[in-house]
């Protein structure tokens, strides 16, 4: 399936046009990305890079894609001691990094004025996952499945740290990732939109995840790694689902989880 993510160039270009206008300093040093392919695709996405840093001694031909797109785009690479790497990250850097600009987090507006809703379109919200490993394979399970964008709270939540960028191989530069005030807010005005909400979580009332609505827009919930979904956002649910556990244990890892209901969603569309 030909991925096309012309609406995400689009508002990622709008971001940063908004940004200049603003007189924003970026601070060299305040974000750094690690690892070949998520430096890789932070290039290939258009997003801001203000110098590359690469391990002395290091194999060139294994960086060859980044050396090549870098100096096409004129971004400045600079060959430092092994230790430099080590002092700047705390992620497995691959002998290569690259201090960004702050990633610019979308408005649900704009996300939702770009895209096509029909019932195909799929949105993911998730309320209030902490650990930002999860954050990041998530974002990735959702690029790899075509969801359109990924809602977060501001408050109580992983952000879009290196270790989010990381974790997520890159597919964070593809994917609009939405901060809101409220999540209900958020899921009102979904609703306006045409959108049906469907939580991840085992209730009374919950469905076995096979059924999950395939005919519809759809935003899909997925609740805190320890606590689920808060109650608050259950009420707002049209739709529940859960995952059977047919062994000892009784959870999955949440990203685990998002994914095996994200590719359920897309099996028989269109």
């Known amino acids: 399936m030909k991925k096309n993510n012309k609406y995400y160039k689009e508002l990622r270009s709008k971001n940063k046009e908004e940004k200049n206008n603003q007189n924003t300093e970026v601070d060299a040093d305040k974000e750094v990305i690690a690892g070949r392919n998520a430096i890789l695709e932070a290039i290939k996405s258009g997003r801001e890079i203000n110098k590359i840093l690469f391990q002395e001694g290091i194999e060139k031909g294994r960086l060859k894609a980044i050396f090549s797109i870098a ?24 002998g290569v990094i690259a201090f960004v600009a702050p990633y610019n987090y979308f408005e649900l507006d704009e996300v939702l004025n770009k ?23 998530i974002i990735r399970s959702a690029e790899a499945s075509g969801v359109k964008g990924v809602i977060i709270p501001k408050r109580r939540a992983a952000v ?41 979580t085992l209730t ?58 994200m590719y359920e969603r897309i099996k028989f569309n269109d």
């Open 71 to 94: 100096n096409e785009k004129k971004i400045v690479c600079q060959e430092v001691p092994k230790r430099k790497l080590d002092n700047s990250t705390t992620e497995r850097h691959q």
């Open 115 to 137: 895209i096509e809703i029909n019932k195909n379109t799929t949105l993911l919200l998730l309320d209030h996952i902490e650990d930002p490993h999860n954050l990041g394979a």
């Open 160 to 200: 879009v740290s290196q270790t989010a960028v990381k974790a997520s191989a890159g597919a964070i530069e593809h994917m609009p990732v939405i901060r809101v005030s409220s999540l209900i807010d958020a899921i009102k005005k979904l609703k306006e939109k045409g959108f049906w909400i469907a939580g991840t």
């Open 204 to 261: 009374e009332r919950s469905e076995d995840y096979t059924k999950i609505a395939k005919d519809v827009p759809l935003v899909i919930v997925v609740g805190n790694e320890g606590e689920g979904m808060s109650k608050v956002v259950t009420n707002e649910c049209d739709f529940l689902y859960h995952l059977p556990m047919l062994g000892k244990v009784q959870s999955l890892n949440v990203s685990v989880a998002a994914g095996i209901v």
